[in-house]
């Protein structure tokens, strides 16, 4: 079969790091921000752990040395392992780290910077122990330890905190490079109201150096997958409940007002840096910037709601003793006076990041117990703001695919705020009420949504959300969709109200994310896949069911409706995609009469296919499933080969072999060439539209819009190419 658009690999992406060279905007830049460059300069093997730029004026790395067998962090990092490397622009600057580093008598090591003269930038570097802010005081403490085992490293950022464990006595200290009072009042006035922390004291009198027990066996975010996880997350949504309660005010008067907390602006401030590393990202930004500024209450305002706050709620802070409702909260250096919303959306993004959202559930019931929580889009709008204080995080600490997860961030922010505050599909904001924690999956305004949630005996459940008419007609699809059942795994319904249907969890994990191609796992899930597709072409061909019929021309209604969605989001491919859409709606009008209908998905693409090497394909969203022709199906995957080929989510074996895969079993059905072709061309026509929405993915589809015209061979594509 061929296809009907040519099939170019995406152009090479830009590399992290160069994109990361770019925006600091210093020459050697990419010097510093190379493990592999790093390890040149420093003379032994190491990774860079945190990174933080000022364009134009620094870059402050912190790094750890690579071990023989790896190092467990769990148990902290040699002293000797742990250092930083700082490249300035300013001769001032320079200086002063010097000047610092000879006053407190710490070993700072200029480089040459190459291809520079005297007038910078300038390279230094050290260990933890002769950080430029940190050093003098490190050193006072390393002075002041007795006799015995070097301590351990089990936290550094350059300039700001170093984290000792002592391993003799099993404490742990906290080295700032400012007085820790405040922390230690906060600390105080956590074990007044009753709520589980490590207590805390300066050690030997020195402000900026505070000490505690070393306590418990690891935290949350590495326990999270235990299977009384969710168990230590209602323990701390009780003891989050329980500091709210206690208002703004300090529980003793004597110690005075309680200081703000550190959370930084209303609206974080990452705007800038964001449209310089992914300039694609900058209307996305834009938008949820001004619905924040609108969603979020004023400070002093009744929804304010303020009280004594943790200020960075995450499962990492959370410690787990010997039993599950064992918890202390660590980390109360941005804890003080502030909103409750705060930390509730600091929770929930946590999770939602790290992908750890059953842990959402348990904590907000027990808090519920406590205080109430705030209506659903507020709750939304925390935890956007949260997702977008926290939107530099993987890029600061130099996550390989850091461009993706920046993404990721800010998808789920739109998502969670599209969906509080839909206004076309009211069900949508009572299913949020009725589901504290649920995760929106999908949102397509005021059509449907998808909630993932943990039911009260810890099972995954996923709740579709729909108008009443829609839900009616989804059970019937359902109902209609037995062939499916049989070939494939299908999610069991179990429960059904006038506004959603709530599924069981389907094991398996979805065909989009890959498989490797070199071991034939790949090729054999799609084999496996398509077969499953074809068997259900010919169950129910053999038995039909009754349903409505999808065409040729309610396939052009359901393009010219993207086509229409798309108008005015991407203007200047605005001609290309609509000719698209022409080309492929007189392919479609050609085809004729189908004689032999069969049951089709009519959605099905690669993120609604489950594998699971045991167990075989499993199929999601059945509930399009209507009678038509099976080509459709068909040419839905092989076009969304394409596109993710595009996408740089499949390799090109990848996306040969899904097509191999699928054009022998529409060879075994003897499909027409025609018919596969219309289809796929109208599916690729429409994922130009769809993804016109989408400003990450604009240029692609108007590219994709481009190579179809020019592939195809009638007049209207050739002329619509030039």
């Given amino acids: 079969m061929s296809d009907p658009q040519l099939d170019r690999s995406p152009a090479r992406p830009v590399v992290p790091k160069d994109r990361l060279s770019a925006h600091a905007a210093l020459p050697g830049a990419q010097r510093v921000l190379d493990s592999a460059a790093l390890t040149v300069l420093l003379g032994r093997e190491v990774e860079i752990d945190r990174v933080r730029i000022k364009p134009g004026a620094s870059v402050l790395v912190s790094y750890r040395a690579v071990t023989a067998g790896g190092a467990d962090d769990s148990q902290g990092r040699d002293l000797a392992h742990v250092g930083w490397v700082q490249l300035v622009a300013s001769r001032d600057k320079r200086d002063g780290v010097r000047r610092r580093a000879d006053r407190g008598g710490i070993e700072v090591t200029e480089h040459a910077a190459a291809g520079q003269e005297t007038d910078g930038p300038f390279l230094l570097s050290g260990g933890a122990d002769s950080d430029p802010r940190l050093g003098r005081a490190v050193q006072g403490v390393l002075r002041r330890l007795p006799d015995g085992p070097a301590p351990r490293v089990l936290s550094y950022n350059p300039g700001r905190h170093l984290l000792l464990e002592l391993s003799a006595s099993g404490e742990v200290l906290r080295v700032a490079a400012?007085?820790?009072?405040?922390?230690?009042?906060?600390?105080?006035?956590?074990?007044?109201?009753?709520?589980?922390?490590?207590?805390?004291?300066?050690?030997?009198?020195?402000?900026?150096?505070?000490?505690?027990?070393?306590?418990?066996?690891?935290?949350?975010?590495?326990?999270?997958?235990?299977?009384?996880?969710?168990?230590?997350?209602?323990?701390?949504?009780?003891?989050?409940?329980?500091?709210?309660?206690?208002?703004?005010?300090?529980?003793?008067?004597?110690?005075?007002?309680?200081?703000?907390?550190?959370?930084?602006?209303?609206?974080?401030?990452?705007?800038?840096?964001?449209?310089?590393?992914?300039?694609?990202?900058?209307?996305?930004?834009?938008?949820?910037?001004?619905?924040l500024d609108q969603l979020l209450p004023a400070p002093g305002a009744e929804a304010w709601?303020?009280?004594?706050?943790?200020?960075?709620?995450?499962?990492?802070?959370?410690?787990?003793?010997?039993?599950?409702?064992?918890?202390?909260?660590?980390?109360?250096?941005?804890?003080?006076?502030?909103?409750?919303?705060?930390?509730?959306?600091?929770?929930?993004?946590?999770?939602?990041?790290?992908?750890?959202?059953?842990?959402?559930?348990?904590?907000?019931?027990?808090?519920?117990?406590?205080?109430?929580?705030?209506?659903?889009?507020?709750?939304?709008?925390?935890?956007?703001?949260?997702?977008?204080?926290?939107?530099?995080?993987?890029?600061?600490?130099?996550?390989?695919?850091?461009?993706?997860?920046?993404?990721?961030?800010?998808?789920?922010?739109?998502?969670?705020?599209?969906?509080?505050?839909?206004?076309?599909?009211?069900?949508?904001?009572?299913?949020?009420?009725?589901?504290?924690?649920?995760?929106?999956?999908s949102h397509r305004a005021g059509r449907r949504a998808v909630l993932r949630d943990r039911a009260e005996d810890g099972t995954t459940v996923y709740i579709k959300v729909a108008n009443r008419g829609r839900t009616r007609r989804a059970l019937g699809a359902i109902q209609r969709a037995a062939a499916f059942d049989g070939p494939f795994r299908t999610p069991r319904v179990i429960e059904v109200r006038e506004e959603s249907l709530t599924f069981a969890e389907l094991p398996g994990r979805p065909l989009h994310d890959g498989l490797p191609t070199v071991d034939g796992s790949w090729r054999r899930a799609w084999r496996a896949t398509a077969e499953a597709w074809a068997q259900a072409v010919r169950t129910s061909r053999a038995d039909l069911p009754e349903g409505p019929l999808h065409g040729p021309a309610e396939e052009i209604a359901v393009l010219q409706k993207w086509q229409q969605r798309a108008i005015g989001e991407d203007p200047e491919a605005a001609e290309l995609r609509d000719r698209a859409v022409d080309l492929a709606r007189g392919l479609l009008e050609q085809l004729p009469p189908l004689a032999q209908p069969a049951l089709i998905h009519r959605d099905l693409h690669d993120k609604q296919i489950l594998w699971d090497p045991a167990l075989g394909p499993g199929l999601l969203d059945v509930d399009t499933a209507c009678l038509g022709d099976p080509a459709l199906d068909a040419a839905n995957l092989r076009a969304h080969a394409t596109w993710r080929k595009r996408q740089g989510t499949w390799s090109p074996e990848q996306a040969r072999q899904v097509r191999e895969e699928i054009d022998r079993a529409t060879a075994a059905l003897d499909l027409p060439a025609a018919n596969l072709a219309a289809y796929e061309t109208a599916t690729l026509a429409r994922l130009t539209c769809l993804y016109a929405l989408r400003p990450r993915w604009r240029q692609a589809a108007a590219a994709m819009a481009r190579s179809l015209l020019a592939a195809s061979p009638t007049p209207l594509g050739r002329s619509s190419a030039r």
């Fill in 305 to 441: 709601q303020e009280a004594l706050i943790h200020g960075d709620l995450s499962p990492d802070q959370v410690l787990l003793g010997s039993t599950a409702s064992q918890i202390r909260v660590v980390d109360l250096d941005r804890s003080g006076a502030g909103p409750r919303g705060a930390d509730l959306g600091s929770w929930i993004a946590a999770c939602l990041s790290e992908e750890s959202d059953h842990l959402t559930g348990p904590f907000l019931r027990a808090y519920a117990e406590h205080v109430p929580l705030p209506a659903p889009a507020e709750l939304a709008a925390w935890t956007a703001r949260a997702l977008l204080a926290a939107v530099l995080d993987p890029m600061r600490r130099q996550h390989p695919d850091w461009p993706a997860r920046i993404q990721q961030r800010l998808d789920l922010a739109c998502t969670l705020l599209g969906a509080a505050t839909e206004e076309q599909l009211p069900a949508l904001g009572r299913a949020l009420a009725d589901h504290p924690g649920a995760t929106v999956v």
């Fill in 178 to 291: 400012r007085s820790l009072e405040d922390q230690l009042g906060i600390s105080r006035e956590w074990e007044r109201r009753g709520v589980p922390t490590v207590p805390q004291r300066t050690w030997k009198h020195r402000s900026s150096v505070l000490v505690g027990q070393r306590w418990g066996r690891g935290d949350l975010a590495a326990h999270a997958t235990d299977p009384h996880a969710g168990q230590a997350a209602a323990a701390l949504g009780h003891a989050i409940g329980r500091l709210h309660t206690g208002g703004a005010e300090a529980s003793a008067p004597s110690t005075g007002a309680l200081p703000e907390a550190r959370l930084g602006d209303r609206i974080p401030s990452a705007t800038d840096v964001l449209c310089d590393l992914l300039p694609q990202c900058t209307a996305q930004v834009r938008e949820l910037i001004a619905s």
